[in-house]
Nanobody, 123 residues
Framework: QVQLVESGGGLVQAGGSLRLSCAAS????????MGWFRQSPGKAREFVAT????????AYAVSVKGRFTISRDNSKNMVYLQMNSLKPEDTAVYYC????????????????WGQGTQVTVSS
């Protein structure tokens, strides 16, 4: 079992940037992909980005491609989400998660989830 803790959320103006971090602990010896998802009130949790174990493969939602960058540091058991050019529609709780799939883009392929960190983008 892996425990995940997200941090780095906050309030930012449109056009600004934030960097989210996700710290993993517990069974960190397994090789798993990491992903970021987000959920707004009244909406389903949606895929944002994912990165393979090696970091060599990534995938992004169309809505964030070119603005967000996912990365990981396996030596520190960390995964990051750099978010630039933020928009009000990016406002959500952001979650990180682990998966044993290759490049998983759906929630059903993830088995461990963090508690989330709130990101609010003001217009």
């Amino acid at each position: 079992q892996v425990q995940l803790v997200e941090s780095g959320g906050g309030l930012v103006q449109a056009g600004g940037s934030l960097r989210l971090s996700c710290a993993a602990s517990g069974d960190t010896g397994s090789r798993y992909a990491m992903g970021w998802f987000r959920q707004s009130p009244g909406k389903a949790r949606e895929f944002v980005a994912t990165i393979s174990w090696s970091g060599g493969n990534t995938a992004y939602a169309v809505s964030v491609k070119g603005r967000f960058t996912i990365s990981r540091d396996n030596s520190k058991n960390m995964v990051y989400l750099q978010m630039n050019s933020l928009k009000p529609e990016d406002t959500a709780v952001y979650y990180c998660a682990t998966s044993f799939a290759a490049i998983p883009t759906t929630t059903t392929l993830y088995n461990n989830w963090g508690q989330g960190t709130q990101v609010t983008v003001s217009s």
